[in-house]
Structure formats: structure tokens, C-alpha cells
């Protein structure tokens, strides 16, 4: 997990409040991606940014807005937080300097999510 | 959207190797076959990724069908560390990857 921070580590909400996961890189990459993982399932992406200043849906991007602060921060926001969304949280980079090349991506940590 | 399909599970003996197949038959001529692994309670970590030829890293091998329709990830002696979820992913050209639910690997002393 090294060069990629998330916080907070865990968190727990009520239904409707409100929270921002952040996540930090120093690896200098283009592509930023935020995944979710629910219990014994794979990874599903939420949001990504190829670059900084863009942003686009993934696959599950309902409930989400994302912010690509600047290169090195890729912010997820939750509005107004729901039980479906109790899940790992996963922030992930990737050099993405040249399209197609096929580099790996590099994740966090994670954070977990409890909404009650 | 391209998917893989994998044994739900495998089990090894330590120092033996590992053979962890891998189906993608929708794969598309720009699609990478990534690997990944993840340990309990951590992130995903990268273990190799390929397009067409085989491929060797210090972690594992990648055996690459010649339609592409199929890969076979090789550990080549498994430890007790290498127990993990391993992840068969085809990669687009945006880098977007598309879990599935994995191989658990168990490995016995």
C-alpha cells in the first residue's frame, strides 16, 4: 500500500449524514480510482480520473460525487449516507501517463464504513 | 463488459506449485489480463498483468492462450503467504478493472 493514504480507517454514520473519504497519493500517477467492497465480494468501481480536472462514473456510481482536488487528491463524498452503503472503501492509482499500456494499479488501504 | 470466470477455490500444499486457471472468452484485442491478490483485512496488490506473451515477474508467471481466451496464473513454489483471494481482470485502456469474486488459494504445511 505504499504511496497511497486513506482516511479516515473506519467510520461509522447514521442514516443521512454526510462524509468525505479522502484520498492522498505521492507517486506522482495520472488515474485515480475509488472502489467499494461489500463481504466476500470482489471490488466494484464507483468513480475514477484518468487525469486531474476529469472525473467519470464507474460502475456503481449512484449515491457517490467524487473531487480530483489536484494530482495528488481524489476525494469521495457520500451526501446522504445509506445502509447500502456499509461496505470497504478503496482508493487505488495508476501511472496512466500513456493510454493502453496496461500498468498496475496500486490501493490503499481502505476504509471501512459502517451506516447504521 | 468483458468478465472471467475462476474456481470459487484451490488448494495446495506448501512448496508446491500453483496453477490458477482463468476464462475470459469476451476478452477484447485491447484488454490486458491482470492479477491481482488480496490478504485478509488489506487491499488488493498487483501480481502481474500480460496482452499476448507469456509473461515471468519475480511473484508468479502468466501462460497467455494463443486466443486469448483463457490465461493460467503459475506460483511457482507456494508459501504460507501466498494464501490469498487472487483476482483474473481484464484491464481497458482507461485502466478500469472489473473484479469478480476470485480464487481463494489455501495453502496446507
Known amino acids: 500500500n505504499a504511496g497511497v493514504t486513506q482516511t479516515p480507517k473506519f467510520q461509522v454514520l447514521k442514516t443521512g449524514q454526510s462524509m468525505t473519504l479522502q484520498c492522498a497519493q505521492d507517486m506522482n500517477h495520472n488515474s485515480m480510482y475509488w472502489y467499494r467492497q461489500d463481504p466476500g465480494m470482489g471490488l466494484r468501481l464507483i468513480y475514477y480520473s484518468a487525469s486531474e480536472g476529469t472525473t467519470d462514473k464507474g460502475e456503481v456510481p449512484n449515491g457517490y460525487n467524487v473531487s480530483r482536488l489536484n494530482k495528488r487528491e481524489f476525494s469521495l463524498r457520500l451526501e446522504s449516507a445509506a445502509p447500502s452503503q456499509t461496505s470497504v472503501y478503496f482508493c487505488?492509482?495508476?501511472?496512466?501517463?500513456?493510454?493502453?499500456?496496461?500498468?498496475?494499479?496500486?490501493f490503499g488501504p481502505g476504509t471501512r464504513l459502517t451506516v447504521t | 463488459d468483458a468478465k472471467t470466470t475462476q474456481p470459487n477455490s484451490m488448494e495446495s500444499n506448501e512448496e508446491e506449485p500453483v496453477h490458477l486457471p482463468c476464462n475470459h472468452s469476451?476478452?477484447?484485442?485491447?484488454?490486458?489480463i491482470h492479477w491481482y491478490r488480496q490478504l485478509p483485512s488489506q487491499g488488493p496488490e498487483y501480481v502481474i498483468h500480460g496482452l499476448t506473451s507469456n509473461v515471468n515477474n519475480r511473484m508468479a508467471s502468466l501462460a497467455i492462450a494463443e486466443d486469448r481466451k483463457s490465461s493460467t496464473l503459475i506460483l511457482h513454489r507456494a508459501t504460507l503467504r501466498d494464501a490469498a483471494v487472487y483476482y483474473c481482470i481484464l484491464a481497458d485502456s482507461w485502466g478500469k478493472l472489473q473484479f469478480g469474486a476470485g480464487t481463494q488459494v489455501v495453502v496446507t504445511p
Open positions: 469476451t476478452i477484447s484485442g485491447t484488454d490486458y
Open positions: 487505488a492509482i495508476r501511472d496512466g501517463y500513456l493510454m493502453g499500456t496496461g500498468d498496475e494499479q496500486y
